[in-house]
């Protein structure tokens, strides 16, 4: 039986007379991958800081695991509950990469120091982080490696929701397989997640079902081949003749793969 981890209802944000998010409706089956896609100043992110209660929407309701949590006021409890890896890894700088791990676990978890190490070095061995990195630091590491780190701290919480905010964008093209590859092993074990990305490949091979977001709204969604391959609204079928353009990618080839 399938079972609704998250339901987001009539999402709006207000910044000043500014509409950011409008009328957004959606949910999350538990164990599905969502990819949202969409241009620059879509909503996409916001939309993710709400559901992390970073931000406060004004309008509507978000229900985790039958929770009503944007009425709930124990945010830190809430976030808790919820990974979220940023565009730029925001690992704290001064700490080696398992104490970022560490933190959450002890002062959010309140574990024993013993029980946080052990889930922070299982965490980190499960993204490929192997022990000789981690007593270096951020600036010691590669892009990639810093972002499979601030994978491992959100899945070592051991969150019901993980959310990505375009976690490869701020990588160099031989690492960002790096990170999709830890987050395709993620989706194949059952992490829910919902992922703002343009990786295609990533999300015709990964996502249950693919979002796309203008104007602060969902225009258009389905299955990964009708929205990327075969899009219903016009203003999606631009966008998407764009995306294969600017990744040079055959259409031909993924429908090919696709029916595989």
């Not at 194949?188 to 091979?205: D, S, Y």
Request: glycine share 6%; net charge positive.
């Amino acid at each position: 039986m399938k079972v609704d981890l998250l339901v987001v209802e009539d999402l709006w944000k207000f910044y000043g007379k500014e509409v950011i998010l409008k009328n957004v409706n959606f949910n999350v089956e538990k164990g599905e991958t969502k990819v949202i896609i969409g241009p620059s100043g879509a909503g996409k992110s916001t939309l993710l800081r709400c559901i992390n209660l970073l931000v406060r929407p004004d309008r509507g309701r978000i229900v985790l695991d039958g929770d009503v949590i944007t009425e709930r006021r124990d945010v830190h409890n809430i976030r808790s509950q919820i990974g979220f890896v940023f565009q730029h890894f925001n690992l704290f700088n001064h700490l080696t990469a398992i104490d970022n791990v560490l933190l959450g676990l002890i002062k959010v978890k309140r574990l024993s120091r013993e029980d946080a190490m052990r889930k922070a070095k299982e965490a980190l061995l499960s993204v490929g982080i192997a022990e000789d990195l981690w007593r270096k630091y951020p600036a010691q590491l590669s892009g990639g490696q810093q972002q499979r780190v601030a994978i491992a701290r959100a899945i070592a919480m051991d969150p019901k929701i993980i959310l990505f905010d375009e976690p490869t964008s701020a990588l160099d093209p031989e690492l960002i397989w790096e990170v999709l590859n830890v987050m395709e092993k993620l989706s194949r074990n059952g992490m829910t997640m919902i992922v703002v990305t343009h990786e295609l490949g990533f999300a015709i091979k990964v996502a249950h079902e693919v979002m796309f977001m203008d104007g602060g709204t969902i225009i258009e969604k389905g299955l990964p081949e009708q929205i990327l391959l075969n899009p219903r609204s016009e203003r999606v079928r631009r966008f998407m003749e764009r995306m294969w353009y600017l990744y040079s990618m055959d259409r031909k080839f993924w429908r090919s793969e696709n029916a595989k």
